[in-house]
C-alpha cells in the first residue's frame, strides 16, 4: 500500500507564479530514429512511410493515414510548444475542404477533448518550411494528431519538437542520463529494502542506453528488480511539478508480492535526518504486464508537503523480486515559488482565549460525523460497539457508508422488459441499527452495479444506465418507506466513492453518465414521493472529474437539483495540513458556477492523516492531529467532517491488536485508541466557540463557554516538524477572565499523552503482544480511561485567568474551569 495520499486538485497557482519558465517536458523526434514508433501511433490507416532526404528523416502521409501522441498531461498554466518541418503535395479534400493534411493539437480535461487547433492545414502544395506554435493550456492534457485526412497527394513532417513550459526552475538537470551513471546525478542502490519492507533490487540489473527513446540522450532502463535514485533536492514548502517518460515490459511481480509492487516513478520524501517520511506515486497505477510510453506527471501545492520533508529525491523501480523491463526518460523536478516562512517554536508556547464578547460565535460541531465504508460491516459486534460508543461518548450524529448493490444483493431478477424484483431484508438488517437503535443520520455513497446489470466482471460500468438509475431510486423508495419522509430528507447522498480512482474502472464520461442517472434517479424520487432530499456530488472526485461531472449535470439540466458538495482529504503525517484548506477551497471553487454556488455546504466524507500503515494512527499524535485537523476544518466553514473510519479493518492484519490502521478503534473488541479520546474531549465542548491565538507552532486549542459560564479548552501540541515526538513542553493559558469573580468552583485536566488516556501505551508496556498470545484486550481499555485531575497550579493577572501546564508534544490536553 502506498505510502500516502496527497488530495488536491491542479494548481490554479501556477498561473501566478512568477518567471522564470521551465521545460517540464520535451520530446524532440527524429523520424530516421526506430524509437519514433513508441510515441507515435496509427490512428487509423497504415503507419506513414520514413523518406530520407540527406541527414533529414521525414514522414511520409498517403491518403487516408493519421497518426497521432498519447495523450500527455499537463499542469493548467503551462504552455505547449510545438515545432516541426511539414510540406505536402495538392491534396483532394477527404469530404469537407479542410480534409486534407494537417497538424492539429488537441486540448484535454481529463481524458475529453475540449477543443483543438490547427496548426497547419492545406490542400494545396506547400515545400518544407518550419511551423512553430506557443498554446497556453487551461486543462490538463493535450494530444498531437497529423496526417493526409484526403483522397490523394502526401503529406510530410520531420524534426517534430513538443515541449511543456511551466513557471518555475526545473532542479534535475540530467533527466535523460547523459552525465556519468551513478556518479553525478543518478546512483544506483546496492540492495536492501524499502519502507514498506520490500527489496530496492540489484545494482546490476540497472544501466544506460541508446535508442530507446525517440529524445535526445540515453534511456535509463531496469532489467529485472532495481531501484535508480536522483540526487536529493531540498525542500522548504515550495510547490512542485514532477514528470517523466515510462514504459514497462512483461512486468510480473511474485505470488507473495505485495499488489502494488510492479514498476514505476516515485518521489519521496525525507526529514532533515535523511529518513524516508513518505512519498507518492508519480505513475499514479502500478501495473502488472506491458505498459506502451507514456508520460506522467504529479503536482504539490505550495505548502502542500508536511513541513517535517526537508527534501525530496527520484526513485526510479522494479521492486525486487519482481520480473520484466522497463524504461525511464525525460525525468524533472520543477519547483515554483520560494517556499513558506513559518511561525515555529516548539521549546514553549502561550494561547490566548478569549474574550467572550462580539468575537464569540456558535460552535458548529463539524467533528460529528463517521465513514465506516461497507455497510455489511454494521453487522460485526465490534462495529456496533463502536458505533454506540462513538454516538453516546464522542457524538456521533451522521454515518457515511457504502456498498448496497453489492454485499447485500438487494437485486435479485431483472426480466427482458427490464423489470426488476428486489429483496431489501439484507440492508434492512445493516440499516436498522445505526437508524433505528442508535438514531444516526446517514450518508449513503450510491455506487457500484448489481450483479445482473454488470457489462464486465469488475461491476463498475452498468450495461443499461437507465436500469441501473431504476435501481437506484427503488433503493431510496425503499428507505422513505422504512424510515420516514422527515428521516431521509435529513440524509446527505452520495455518487459514488472516489470515481477518479481504481474504485471506479471506466471512463470519465462513463462516469459523468452515472452521475446523470443518479440525479435522474434522486430527483425523479423528489418528485413521486413529494420530498426534497439533499442530493450530493460524487465523494472525492479529484483531477478536475468533479468539475466535470458537475458540467454533465448542467447540459442535462440537473445541476441546480445538488445541494451539497463533498471531497476528501488525507494530510497532516506526510502531507502537510495545509492541504485541509487547499482541498476545502478547491471544492467551492469548482462548484461556484453552478447552482449550488460558492456557498455550499462542503462535507468532507474521508479526513485522516496521510501516511496509510503509519504508526501515528494508534499512538497520542493521532489524537493530536485528531483536534488539530477538525479545527482547521471547523475555521474553513465545513459543515461536517467524516473521519475515516470507526474502527481498523475488521477483516485484515487480525494477528495485531493494534494495525497501524486508521480507525477510531481496533478492530478486536473496539478498544478506543487515543484518537477516539481527542473525539470524546471536542464532543464535550458546548456553547460559543471563544477565539484562540497561540504564539506559535505546534500549539492550537478549541474553546468555547457554556451558557452556565463553564469554559472548555482543548489543547493540542500537533507537531508536523516533530512527529512522534513525546518532549514536555510549557503551555501556558491565558484565558480572559474580564467580569467574571477570581476564584474557581471547578478547575480540572484530562490529558492524552504517553502516560494518559492511551490505550496503545498499554499495549507496548506489555511487549506488543500478538492476538494469538494474548488476546485479552481488559488492560488496553483500562489504560483507554479519560481520567480528571485537579488543576494544581493557576493564578488571576489584569483581568486573565493564568494557568501554567506542562504537556508533551503531540498530545491533548482538556482544561474545564467554571
Known sequence: MKLFTLVFAALAALLSVPAPAAELMKLDIDFGHPAWRGVVTPLWGGLPEVERNGNTAALAFGPGSFCGTPLIPCPPGSVVEIAFDASATAIAPGGEAWRTAAVQLGLFDGTAEQSHLDLFNTGRATPFRRYESRTPVSGNGFRLCFGNYGRSGTFRIANLSIRIMVPGRNV?????????????????????????????????????????????????????????????????????????????????????????????????????????????????QLLPGDRPWGYHVIEISPGGLSPKVKSVALYLRIWGGTAGKAWFDELAVVKQGEGQARNYDSSKGVIAVGPAGEEAAELVRVWNGVDLSYCSQIDLPQVRTALRRLKEEGGLEYLRTREFFNGPFPVKSIDAAGNMTYDFSTVDKYLDYPVKELGLKLVPTIETVPPQLRRDSGGHV????????????????????????????????????????????????????????????????????????????????????????????RRAGLDGAVTDASTHIYGGFAGAMELYRIGIEDVRKRMEPFPA????????????????????????????????????????????????????????????????DLGYMTHYDAVPKPSFNAL????????????????????????????????????????????????????????????????????????????????????????????????????????????????????????????????????????TVK
Not at 181 to 187: A, K, R
Not at 200 to 222: C, D, I, Q, R, W
Request: charge should be negative; proline fraction near 4%.
Open 597 to 660: 454556488g460558492r456557498g455550499v455546504p462542503v462535507h468532507v466524507t474521508e479526513f485522516n492523516g496521510s501516511a496509510m500503515g503509519s504508526r501515528h494512527f494508534d499512538t497520542q499524535t493521532g489524537a493530536a492531529f485528531v483536534v488539530k485537523a477538525n479545527r482547521l476544518m471547523a475555521d474553513e466553514g465545513v459543515l461536517r467532517t467524516y473521519f475515516y473510519c470507526a474502527i481498523d479493518h475488521p477483516y485484515l492484519n487480525l494477528e495485531h491488536h493494534y494495525s497501524t
Open 172 to 284: 534535475e538537470r540530467d533527466g535523460s542520463f547523459s552525465g556519468m551513471f551513478g556518479i553525478n546525478d543518478w546512483f544506483v542502490q546496492k540492495g536492501g529494502v524499502d519502507w514498506d519492507g520490500l527489496g530496492l533490487g540489484s545494482f546490476e540489473h540497472a544501466k544506460v542506453v541508446k535508442n530507446a527513446f525517440p529524445g535526445a540522450g540515453s534511456t535509463l532502463e531496469l532489467d529485472g528488480g532495481a531501484t535508480v535514485v536522483s540526487r536529493q533536492f531540498p525542500y522548504s514548502g515550495e510547490g512542485l511539478v514532477v514528470g517523466g517518460w515510462f514504459r514497462q515490459a512483461g512486468i510480473a511481480r511474485p505470488e507473495d508480492g505485495r499488489p502494488w509492487a510492479h514498476a514505476g516513478i516515485q518521489l519521496v520524501f525525507f526529514d532533515r535526518d535523511d529518513n524516508v517520511i513518505g512519498h507518492d506515486d508519480v505513475t499514479r
Open 680 to 815: 470524546v474531549l471536542l464532543n464535550r465542548l458546548e456553547g460559543k466557540r471563544l477565539p484562540v491565538k497561540a504564539s506559535s507552532e505546534p500549539f492550537d486549542a478549541m474553546a468555547a463557554v457554556a451558557g452556565d459560564g463553564t469554559m472548555r479548552i482543548v489543547v493540542t501540541t500537533f507537531s508536523e516538524e516533530e512527529l512522534g515526538a513525546a518532549k514536555p513542553v510549557p503551555v501556558t493559558l491565558e484565558i480572559d477572565w474580564a467580569g467574571r469573580p477570581e476564584k474557581l468552583g471547578r478547575a480540572e485536566l484530562v490529558r492524552i499523552d504517553s502516560a494518559h488516556a492511551n490505550s496503545y501505551a498499554a499495549f507496548e508496556k506489555a511487549g506488543k503482544p500478538s492476538y494469538r498470545e494474548n488476546p485479552d484486550t481488559a488492560a488496553y481499555r483500562e489504560a483507554a480511561k479519560l481520567v480528571p485531575e485537579a488543576l494544581q497550579a493557576y493564578r488571576f493577572e489584569n483581568g486573565k485567568l493564568i494557568i501554567p501546564l506542562v504537556l508533551e508534544l503531540n498530545s491533548v490536553a482538556a482544561v
Open 462 to 553: 452498468p450495461k443499461d444506465f437507465a436500469l441501473w438509475g431504476r435501481a437506484v431510486k427503488a433503493l431510496v423508495r425503499h428507505w422513505i418507506g422504512r424510515y420516514g419522509r422527515e428521516e431521509v430528507s435529513q440524509w446527505v447522498f452520495e455518487c459514488w466513492n472516489e470515481p477518479g480512482s481504481d474504485f471506479f474502472r471506466g471512463t470519465d464520461e462513463e462516469f459523468c453518465r452515472l452521475f446523470v442517472a443518479y440525479l435522474e434517479a434522486l430527483t425523479g424520487v423528489e418528485k413521486e414521493c413529494g420530498i426534497k432530499l439533499r442530493i450530493g456530488t460524487p465523494s472525492g472526485a479529484m483531477n478536475n472529474l468533479l468539475s466535470r461531472a458537475m458540467e454533465a449535470a
